[in-house]
């Protein structure tokens, strides 16, 4: 499997902002689209954003949609999620994902649950 590894979550008061990465080691992360997932506790897991494989096409869950922002630099190797005008609601643990290589490389979230994942950041969002 392909190891991922997210970092840049803590903690954060309601209105502010956190930029989480998620880095790639062992392969190269720009032939595959990745996703941002989160769960909170007592929660099913949640699609939050995914990007395409070049950067050319993004989308987003409705609950976040306009705050945060996904983006990749392939010459780092890194997916990054910006997360603006945080909510209490958005403190989850979040997940970046890539599919596994024998599905269509599209963004369905749905298609990254057999796939690689990293360990997870926590992002607490709280006065």
């Known amino acids: 499997q392909l190891q991922l590894v997210e970092s840049g979550g803590g903690l954060v008061q309601p209105g502010g902002s956190l930029r989480l990465s998620c880095a790639a080691s062992g392969f190269t992360l720009n032939y595959y689209p990745i996703a941002w997932f989160r769960q909170a506790p007592g929660k099913e897991r949640e699609g939050v954003a995914c990007?395409?494989?070049?950067?050319?096409?993004?989308n987003y869950a409705d609950s976040v949609k306009g705050r945060f922002t996904i983006s990749r630099d392939n010459a780092k190797n890194t997916v990054y999620l910006q997360m603006n005008s945080l909510k209490p609601e958005d403190t989850a643990i979040y997940y970046c994902?890539?599919?596994?290589?024998?599905?269509?490389?599209?963004?369905?979230?749905?298609?990254?649950?057999?796939?690689?994942w990293g360990q997870g950041t926590q992002v607490t969002v709280s006065s």
């Open positions: 994902a890539a599919p596994p290589l024998d599905v269509p490389r599209m963004c369905i979230m749905s298609l990254f649950h057999s796939g690689s």
């Open positions: 990007i395409s494989s070049s950067g050319g096409s993004t």
